[in-house]
């Protein structure tokens, strides 16, 4: 009964501090923090599990070897070399694909910042509209998928890298074709094929 | 590299630089944060011209860090997707500029306002930019749904746009799925698990006190067809609407459709994959997102997802 007396009597003299941990400690149990249960009830599980299951349980940390390489690429790589590509006669309701290696130390990018007016761009100069129901581009691959034969599509964007060039990777549907255009190098591919090109220096 | 120094009486040097060098020193210095974005365009004009530009300095378009089972930069490819002919003949974006160009499609040669499709991108914002400002020019009837992160989607019309911006809480994901193909008086049920020993999951409605969306569930054929729904810790559960006598005969074949948006939490915080199982009859197609992953049919048996 004493110390409840007291109370209402120090708080305004003790001031900010009290009553900010006051409201602090309902607001943090609220606001997601695990509660202890349920990672008690994660460990039992675990411990319940036999020990092969147990030492795989972090296998999946292995599985995607690119995410530590991009995240490398997108922080610490500011070196952005143009790149042309354009998929020509790709038939109605199929799909193209092109991707970068996993290994390669590099991705795909709009250009990073700076006061361009250039940056990642897909277009069209054949046909009226690009007669693609989707497409898909990511840090190193790319889709495209056509409802109508398309003549051609034109992706124009960056590479984000120090190397030298590139390799990856196509799979186009029978009788289309990407050539890839940097500025110092060509290829043209079909089919299901890999490909590399010369980036040049700067 | 070298010569770079983080010290901030180093700006003016740096700014009479080489173009090339100052945006070097521009991506070395600042951390940045990612937020994922989709744009659901609709009433969009043939031929002509749309365009958003930010002026809030510190924002910028990207597209991403992420390869593998990321959306990046993508037309058409979530669940809610509108389907059927592009109308877009180019598309581009830079830093603070994103530009479309609409082609004159087939069926609105007589410039009608009709088009739809949806987009997903990257927000690139320095660390501390907690609004972004813009204008955006589009045709007078054109709506622009936009959607940052996990917040409630804001609308963009022709003119002036904002938005603001919270950072994403760790351990809560939006998740949009679409169910296709039921029949009257089917049950769907949507199972999220961890895999033991690792985590937990539940649904959710969003982190706690924030601009969160909630639970939504959208009828794609005007009515919503369920006669309930419910929601557990893991599982949600759908029963459609049992077929009418009367509508039987006159559309037998058809089938119903609807989508949800939810929100899922997990522990721990380093949780990297969780498992969606769908229950329910095999012609059943359920289409399911989380985040700004890509859509993936969700099997009868369990589907992984990351996070």
Known sequence: METKAKNPIKDPQSGGPALAAKAATPAAAVAGVPDQTVIQAIARERSALPDEARQFLGAHLLANRSRALNEQCFTQVHTFKPLTLTFSAVRANSKAFLTLRPDEAAIWSDGGKGNRLVGLSVSSRLDPVLYVSNFLINAREMYLQTYQDAQEIQIDLYVRTLQRGIRGNVDLPPGASVTLRSTNDRSTVIGVSSFAIELGEH | ?307
């Not at chain 2, 910028?60 to 990321?70: I, Y």
């Open chain 2, 1 to 307: 590299m070298t010569t770079e120094s983080p010290l901030a009486g180093d700006r003016a040097p740096q700014a009479s630089a080489a173009p090339a060098r100052e945006q070097q020193d521009d991506g070395a210095q600042e951390p940045v944060t990612l937020i994922p974005v989709t744009l659901q365009f609709s009433r969009i004009a043939s031929n002509s011209n749309l365009s958003f530009t930010f002026t809030t300095a510190g924002a910028a378009w990207s597209l991403g860090a992420k390869s593998g089972d990321s959306i990046g930069f993508s037309y058409n490819v979530t669940p809610v997707s509108a389907s059927g002919q592009s109308c877009i003949q180019a598309i581009e974006f830079n830093n603070e500029v994103l530009t479309i160009r609409t082609g004159a499609t087939a069926q609105s040669s007589s410039g009608q306002a009709d088009n739809a499709f949806t987009l997903t991108l990257f927000l690139q914002v320095r660390e501390g930019v907690d609004y972004l400002q813009g204008y955006c020019t589009l045709n007078t009837e054109a709506v622009v749904l936009v959607t940052f992160g996990a917040l409630v989607p804001v609308h963009w019309r022709n003119g002036r746009i904002s938005a603001v911006l919270f950072a994403p809480r760790s351990n809560y994901r939006p998740i949009s799925f679409t169910v296709q193909g039921a029949r009257p008086g089917n049950r769907i049920e949507v199972v999220v698990s961890a895999k033991k020993g690792l985590g937990k999951v539940n649904w959710s409605m969003g982190p706690d006190f924030s601009e969160s969306n909630g639970i939504e569930l959208v009828g794609q054929q005007g009515l919503v067809p369920l006669t309930s729904m419910s929601v557990t810790d893991t599982v949600l559960t759908f029963v459609t609407t049992p077929s009418d006598d009367a509508n039987a005969s006159s559309n037998s074949g058809a089938t119903l459709q609807f989508s949800m948006n939810a929100y899922i939490t997990w522990a721990p915080d380093d949780l990297t994959y969780v498992y969606l199982r769908a229950n329910c009859n095999s012609d059943v197609s359920v289409l399911a997102q989380v985040s700004n992953r890509q859509p993936q049919t969700v099997s009868q048996a369990d589907t992984v997802f990351t996070l």
